[in-house]
């Protein structure tokens, strides 16, 4: 009984619910069947028949992501199959992704750049464009009396200055004024000879004229001849005149004086026009045209201003400033203007004006010695890529140079952190600033324009430390001069390290006094041929951190001092108080490495500074 129950209690609503479902969907047969339809279309579009994913271009994608390749942004040699952290710079490392570009169309020497990469690096382009080439130049000059209007009066004879009308120098005099009196017994004997000479002129005419002759050199006019002729009786005293109007500039005589021929007497300076002379450094002078006007201003008159055309520019550079005066010539009638003031002028040139020019900016380029270098972006690409070009530059224009040869209007370039897309290209062995021809990787050192493969360093590095322990037998007392001039270059390096343009001079002159005291005559035969070769490329490049200005100047002839005088100090041995190392960094001038002697472990760059204090390795020590 209970069981009948039960079935009939749950009998009844399932075939309630059954009746009710088969007339739903009899009624909505065609709506249920629509959805069904549309349900199966959209699962096929979304996940295709199979286990295993393919596109449409049927490829299996599958192994790639399997295979993902981890890079890191700014150091893209790294190359890790998993995601972390770059082990040079610590930074998260990101997918590679290939450029859109096929494998035929790619060159295998462009450098790609993901847009984070760009972003950290601050790269910035620029497009190539025409522009009419424009230079605002800075002078600075003096002011200088006209060369032309200066008069120089010497003794024409000898004698005493019995007079003088001039007292003090910056006296105006004007053309024929008295400037003194002479008494000449030489000049009295000659006009004797001419009153003489007259009265027998007839018979010996040849004696008459040498002796007019003999006066006329003598600085006196034919009116002056004359009359001592006519009235018999020689001049005693003779007048110093001025021959040009003036100032008085120099005055070399006093009343009293005796004079031979030929001494200077008097300088008369006419200053109604003066020059202004200007220095221009040789990487202006193309911008610098004949007529090409200048405003200047005088430190003196600093609310005044000035302006003129240049009427001369000096064909001669001075070997010791590097400069070429410039020349500009202006009327001075009040004389406000005085010699050897200062003059500060600005030239707006614009040479090339009279055609576009292909401009691009200094930050773009790259500079190796010779040749000059730029990175073109490559153009649809999907990644940015960058390739490396060198080109021919034409005149600096302010902030831009013109580019000559090697670009098209229209090109992208990189215009800012080339320096970083360049050394991604080193790491990665293609063409490059330091080395064009890529490769393997540079150790920071190249020989003859080979870059060296890391076997080939360390072959050249142990043939070199073999070569240079064949110590030299230089005696003790030269060993002593040499730790002399090490103690010396160690104050000097201290001064790079600082980065003391001012004291870094300081030492390389006391420097120089301790190498030129150094004794050559304590060594003997090959050991004193030797020095020799060693300490001329010493001497000179002290003699350039002297005269050179710029600290990064400084540094590259410090750094031919420093292998020179580590050749010194490994083929004649020294005798300091404490050990010497040489310590090297290969980051130094672009990558190329550098040397440098210190007293002590701890790396003090002297090449870098603050900017990389601890760049660099100890190499060998000297005790």
């Known amino acids: 009984m209970p069981d009948d129950i039960n079935r009939n209690i749950y009998k009844i609503p399932t075939e309630g619910i059954k009746h009710k479902i088969m007339k739903i969907l009899k009624q909505n047969y065609k709506l249920i069947l629509a959805v069904l339809t549309f349900g199966i279309i959209l699962g096929w579009i979304i996940s295709p028949s199979g286990s295993k994913q393919v ?101 024409r ?62 600085d006196l006019t034919e009116k002056q001849i004359n009359n001592v002729e006519n009235s018999g009786k020689p001049v005693v005293y003779f007048d110093i005149l001025s021959p040009i109007s003036g100032t008085v500039t120099k005055r070399n005589v006093t009343m009293g004086d005796y004079v031979k021929e030929g001494s200077p007497l008097f300088e008369v300076t006419n200053l109604s026009r003066v020059w202004v002379m200007f220095d221009a450094y040789e990487t202006d002078l193309p911008w610098i045209s004949i007529n090409d006007k200048i405003d200047f201003s005088i430190e003196a008159m600093p609310s005044k201003k000035f302006s003129g055309k240049v009427s001369y520019i000096d064909p001669v550079i001075n070997p010791k400033t590097r400069v070429a005066q410039v020349r500009v010539i202006t009327n001075n009638p009040k004389q406000a203007l005085k010699p050897e003031m200062f003059v500060t002028g600005a030239l707006i040139s614009q040479k090339a004006a009279s055609k576009d020019e292909l401009l691009i900016p200094k930050t773009s380029i790259l500079w190796t010695g010779k040749r000059a270098v730029v990175y073109v972006k490559v153009p649809n690409r999907e990644i940015p890529s960058f390739i490396y070009r060198e080109i021919t530059l034409g005149p600096e224009a302010g902030s831009y140079y013109v580019v000559a ?76 001069q040499l730790g002399n001039l090490v103690t010396a270059y160690l104050k000097l390096k201290d001064a790079f390290v600082a980065t003391d343009e001012k004291n870094a001079t300081t030492e390389a002159k006391k420097a120089l006094d301790i190498l030129d005291e150094i004794d050559m005559g304590l060594l003997k035969g090959d050991v004193h041929i030797e020095w020799m070769k060693i300490q001329t490329p010493i001497k000179n490049n002290l003699s350039g951190i002297v005269q050179m200005d710029g600290i990064e100047m400084k540094r590259s002839h410090f750094s031919i001092v420093s292998n020179e005088l580590t050749k010194a100090v490994e083929k004649f041995g020294v005798k300091t108080s404490s050990t010497v190392y040489l310590e090297f960094c290969p980051m130094a001038f672009d990558n190329e490495g550098a040397y440098w002697l210190s007293d002590t472990k701890e790396i003090k760059n002297p090449y870098f500074g603050d900017k990389m204090m601890t760049c660099g390795e100890v190499k060998k020590e000297f005790k």
Not at 166 to 178: A, W
Not at 405 to 412: A, F, P, R
């Open 157 to 218: 004879f000898g004698g005493r200055i019995e007079k003088l009308f001039v007292n003090f120098k910056g006296q105006n005099v004007r053309k024929g004024e008295k400037l003194g009196v002479i008494y000449s017994p030489d000049l009295v004997t000659a006009q004797r000879e001419l009153i003489e000479a007259a009265r027998y002129k007839d018979k010996n005419p040849s004696f008459y004229k040498a002796s007019r002759n003999k006066l006329k050199l003598w």
């Open 405 to 480: 040869d090697g670009l098209s209007e229209g090109e992208t370039i990189a215009a800012n952190g080339v320096f970083k897309i360049d050394a991604s290209a080193q790491l990665a062995g293609k063409p490059s600033m330091m080395n064009p021809s890529g490769g393997k990787i540079s150790t920071g050192h190249n020989h003859g324009g080979k870059t060296m493969t890391d076997e080939e360093m360390a072959a050249m590095e142990e043939q070199e430390a073999t070569n240079f322990s064949d110590e030299f037998q230089a005696p003790e007392a030269f060993r002593e």
């Open 55 to 155: 596109t449409e271009d049927g490829h299996d994608h599958s192994e790639e992501v399997a295979n993902q390749i981890w890079t890191c942004s700014m150091h893209p040699q790294i190359k890790k199959d998993q995601p972390g952290d770059c082990p040079i710079c610590g930074m998260e490392l990101i997918p590679l992704v290939s450029a859109t570009a096929t494998e035929d169309e790619t060159d295998p020497n462009e450098i790609q750049m993901t847009e984070s990469a760009m972003k950290l690096a601050d790269v910035q382009t620029v497009t190539v464009e025409r522009g009419i080439p424009e230079k605002s130049i800075l002078l600075q000059g003096k002011i200088k009396a006209d060369e032309r209007n200066i008069a120089k009066l010497t003794a």
